[in-house]
Structures are given as structure tokens and as C-alpha cells.
């Protein structure tokens, strides 16, 4: 898939839920790029994410709670069956769907959403089967929950991707309290790895720690909610929300300490500080020194998009030089 029809199906779809599938096709000019935008398919409820199917068929979420087929162009009227509960309101609900990467061997695909759990709620994974004859999901799999939960409507993260060697990313947010995310025993703000059937690998640079979460890869983190591989490079790469104009693009790091809310370029929303600044060298990591600030920062605020193929973010010469 192109990077030009990536951004066109990312965009069709925002557009399509938002107007009602009465878009007009229209060019749309950038700095550095023109894209062609069209509706590909319309009626849909706030869109989360999709994952496309080896027949040309789409799966798409909606944040409501719902799993939904796009085929040819049309939204199939009949939601997706075994969709596990969900934990709907604020910002939670149903988000990313991705397949794994031997899905034309095994049939496994991955649902991240808000659940309820021990405490409150926050972010779970589980893994399915789709029965495309009974159009239901299947042998269901719980995998991961973050932990602790919390009742609140806010930053749950909830973006997945697998890696060249197969291993699964998901990030987790703060869940709207700040001081979560340098807490090394708590999954939330953070970047979490796991095998596939959510094991915790042995080379996680927490596993076997007293008081930390082995399944964390990199915390300090705010709301992640978009993440990719580079195609070339092999990296994990994240935009995060920020606070106000805060938002991220990182390139995470085994054991990084990422800073929120020690260090960022953000405020809060009436405009009071957060943390100690912009870097320090007091936010420690226990494996590299001081806090990793992040890559570029987004003077806009920006939503979280993902690529799926990991080129839209380095097409751009000013990128190539850290893409590549």
C-alpha cells in the first residue's frame, strides 16, 4: 500500500464519520505533499482504528464498543459478534485492532479497549480468532491489563504494533495522573513489550526486577496513542499527547525514561508550569542518563495517526536524516 492511499483511507474515514459520507473528493495541499481525499465508506462511529484483511476486506473500531467490516466500499450494516465488554466513556472505549504478523497462518488478531479490572479500569489486550462464515470473533484470549486501574475518562493510550522479530508494543497512558508515569511498579504512561501470547520476554530491562513491571519497555510517557515501525531502521516509533503544546514524536528506547511530567515542553491548559522545565539531567533512567526528550516537538496540537507501512513519517527530506 502507498503512502498516498494510506493517508487517503486515514483521512476518508475521519471525514466519512464526521460528515456522513457527504464529502466531496477534494485535494488537499501541505507543505511538502498533496493528497487526493475521497470517502471510502461512510456511517461509521468515531473510528479508532483498522486493520486490513488479506481478502481487501477492512476491520475498523469504533470507540463506542463496536468492530465493524468495510468490503468493497460498503460499511457491512451487521457489527462484528463477540466483541468482549468494554469500559465506554471519556476516552475510553474500544481502540486499535491489528493483526498478527502470521495472520494467513493462525487467524490471531489483537483488540486493545478499555476494560474494567481490579481497582478500576484501564487499558487490556485480548486475542481472537474471526470466524468470517459466523462474521463473529473467536477463542477468545485476555493477554494483558494494565495495572493499577482507575476510575477516570482520561489518557489510556491503547496503540499496538509488532516488531521485525514479532514482539507486540502497546502503549498505556497516565490515565490522568501524572505522577503514574515515573512509577516504574504501575504499567500506565509507559510503552509495554510482550510475546505474542503476552508473555513477558526475558531481555524486557525490567524483567526479574523487585517493584517493576517486566512488561514495561519505556515509561515517562503522557497519552501515546500513535506508534509504528520504521520500516528501514526497525524502531519503535511514537506520537504522544502531550499537554498543552507538548505533543511528541519519539523513537523509544529500550529502559528510557521519557520524562513526563518531570520534563516537557508543555503547560498546563491555564497556562501554569509542569515539572522542572525542559530536560534534566535530575530525571534519572536506570539505563540511560538523565530523561530522553523527545525527537521533534509538534508545535500544533496533532491527533494520533498511524501509517501501518512506517513510511509517512520519513517521507520528508527533513526527516531522512534520523529516519534512516
Known amino acids: 500500500m502507498t503512502r498516498r492511499l494510506l493517508a487517503l483511507i486515514v483521512a ?15 485535494t488537499v495541499k501541505s507543505e511538502l505533499h498533496d493528497f487526493r481525499v475521497v470517502v471510502v465508506a461512510d456511517g461509521l462511529n468515531h473510528p479508532w482504528s483498522m486493520a486490513f484483511l488479506q481478502d481487501g476486506g477492512m476491520l ?41 504478523p502470521k495472520y494467513g497462518s493462525n487467524g490471531w488478531i489483537y483488540l486493545s479497549y478499555a476494560a474494567e479490572g481490579s481497582g478500576g479500569i484501564n487499558t487490556r489486550v485480548t486475542r481472537f480468532k474471526y470466524d468470517t462464515s459466523g462474521h463473529r470473533l473467536t477463542q477468545a484470549r485476555q493477554i494483558f491489563h494494565a495495572a ?28 490522568g495522573d501524572m505522577p503514574r508515569a515515573q512509577r516504574l511498579a504501575d504499567h ?17 530491562p525490567f524483567a526479574g526486577d523487585t517493584g517493576s513491571s517486566p512488561e514495561i519497555w519505556s515509561y515517562g510517557h503522557r497519552n501515546p496513542q500513535g506508534m509504528d515501525i520504521n520500516p528501514r531502521t526497525g524502531a519503535v516509533w511514537t506520537h504522544e ?11 523509544i528506547r529500550r529502559g528510557a525514561n521519557y520524562g513526563w511530567p518531570v520534563i516537557t515542553h508543555g503547560v498546563n491548559y491555564d497556562g501554569s508550569r509542569i515539572g522542572i522545565g525542559r530536560s534534566s539531567l535530575a530525571c534519572s533512567s536506570r539505563y540511560i542518563s538523565g530523561c530522553r526528550q523527545l525527537l521533534r516537538r509538534a508545535w500544533r496540537s496533532i491527533a494520533a ?20
Open 12 to 26: 476518508s474515514l475521519f471525514l466519512a464519520a464526521c460528515n456522513g459520507g457527504d464529502v466531496p473528493a477534494q
Open 60 to 100: 475498523v473500531t469504533e470507540r463506542a464498543g463496536q468492530l465493524r467490516l468495510v468490503r468493497d466500499g460498503k460499511l457491512d450494516p451487521r457489527p462484528i459478534a463477540g466483541v468482549p465488554d468494554i469500559a465506554v466513556g471519556g476516552q475510553g472505549g474500544l481502540f486499535d485492532v491489528v493483526l498478527h
Open 148 to 175: 493499577p486501574g482507575a476510575y477516570g475518562g482520561r489518557h489510556f493510550g491503547g496503540r499496538m504494533a509488532f516488531d521485525r522479530q514479532g514482539y507486540l508494543f502497546l502503549t498505556t497512558g497516565d490515565r
Open 188 to 204: 500506565s504512561g509507559s510503552v509495554i513489550r510482550l510475546r505474542d501470547d503476552g508473555s513477558v520476554p526475558p531481555d524486557n
Open 241 to 251: 499527547h502531550g499537554a498543552r503544546g507538548g505533543d511528541e514524536i519519539n523513537i
Open 305 to 324: 495517526i498511524n501509517s501501518r507501512n512506517g513510511e509517512t513519517a520519513c517521507s520528508s527530506g527533513r526527516w531522512q536524516e534520523i529516519c534512516w
